[in-house]
């Protein structure tokens, strides 16, 4: 099946510095990238949604200065937690999808931890 | 627009007994509706999904579901459960972006517990 996978797997940062985190798709072309959050014990929460060479669709309450996304190719987007706060620790997952109805494939996820 | 719900947070069944794990969904549309599994600390991995043909679907791992339109239902069901099957359940419905595109949204989720 497809593969997607999220970079790093595990990070810790200072309050205040921005992490990035990427997601590729191994072997397919991704028309459309998912980037979801989830708290502990609690569901995933879509964050936005990317088109590859156009800006992401971001859901209501969701800042998108604070979470920028790129998806620069058809096999990689990226997130940019920018000046990062202890709130911003999460569980983020990544999701692609290669056309209309397919099915969507998840990264294995990245868990931020803000100190 | 389309939503799901699942009811139960937690399920504890025995080892070798019958897991059911409920989801209704909404829908002014025909839906596309999935189940996933996640285990601690991973992303999650597609079960089964039904896409408007059989209404009874079969997946991974001997899980099957089955949609009832009567009911607005698409519970999970695996006949013996197993320890390794402990861990977290979404169901899920599928948008169709005007445009062209897909968006999944999540249910709560289901925490399942197996136990000797």
């Known amino acids: 099946g497809a593969v997607v996978s999220q970079h790093p797997s595990w990070v810790i940062c200072k309050s205040g510095t921005s992490v990035k985190i990427e997601c590729r798709s191994l072997d397919f072309q991704a028309t459309t990238m998912f980037w979801y959050r989830q708290f502990p014990k609690q569901s995933l929460m879509l964050m936005a949604t990317?088109?590859?060479?156009?800006?992401?669709?971001?859901e209501q309450g969701v800042e998108k200065d604070k979470f920028l996304i790129n998806h620069a190719s058809l096999t990689l987007s990226t997130l940019t937690v920018t000046s990062a706060h202890p709130e911003d620790s999460s569980f983020y997952i990544c999701?692609?999808?290669?056309?209309?109805?397919?099915?969507?494939?998840f990264g294995e996820g990245s868990r931020l931890t803000v100190l | 627009a389309q939503s799901v719900t699942q009811l139960g947070s937690h399920v504890s069944v025995s080892e070798g007994a019958l897991v059911l794990l409920r989801c209704n969904y909404s829908?002014?549309?025909?839906?596309?509706l999935f189940w996933y599994v996640q285990y601690p600390n991973q992303g999650l991995q597609l079960l089964l999904k039904y896409t408007s043909a059989a209404t009874l679907v079969k997946g991974i791992n001997g899980f099957e579901a089955e949609f009832k339109k009567s009911e607005t239902s698409f519970h999970l069901t695996k006949p013996s459960a197993h320890m390794s099957d402990a861990a977290e359940y979404f169901c899920a419905v599928i948008h169709i972006l005007t445009g062209g595109g897909n968006k999944l949204t999540f249910g709560t989720g289901t925490q399942l517990k197996v136990e000797l």
């Open positions: 999701s692609a999808t290669t056309g209309y109805t397919g099915e969507l494939f």
């Open positions: 829908s002014s549309v025909p839906p596309y």
């Open positions: 990317s088109n590859e060479g156009s800006k992401a669709t971001y």
